[in-house]
């Protein structure tokens, strides 16, 4: 029987951590560009490693910059990402960025590090 609870016990603590270490979801409406704060659009596709580990570094911008910013992650292959993909010319693994009036500033491809995206969106006015 103790054995049987502390396996249980085991599982536990590993399904926890493994749920504290997934990225926190990020916002997917697109609607938000333009509405008076700065943005940042991923495109995000489940195809590519790359895409995971820049959802953690937005995540890690995020706790530095919080709220002032629209954190956005756009998912490929679902039909508001592709429309946005064609209107900006965007690809796989972009980030776009925008200021407050929902004008695009800036591009790069994943990865952009935290600091990166900082100093990023901080230059943006």
Not at 40 to 52: E, P, R, T
């Amino acid at each position: 029987m103790k054995k049987t609870l502390l396996i249980f016990g085991f599982i536990a603590v590993f399904v926890a951590a493994f749920i504290w270490s997934l990225p926190a979801s990020i916002d997917n409406d697109l609607n938000q560009i333009g509405n008076g704060k700065k943005s940042v659009v991923f495109i995000y596709d489940l195809n590519l490693v790359v895409s995971n580990q820049q959802t953690i570094e937005i995540n890690n911008a995020k706790a530095e910059l919080g709220d002032s910013v629209n954190y956005l992650v756009s998912r490929k292959g679902y039909l508001a990402t592709d429309k946005f993909m064609q209107n900006y010319k965007a690809e796989s693994a972009e980030l776009l960025f925008f200021d407050k009036s929902g004008k695009i500033f800036k591009r790069k491809f994943a990865l952009v590090n935290a600091v990166d995206l900082t100093i990023i969106l901080a230059s943006i006015d």
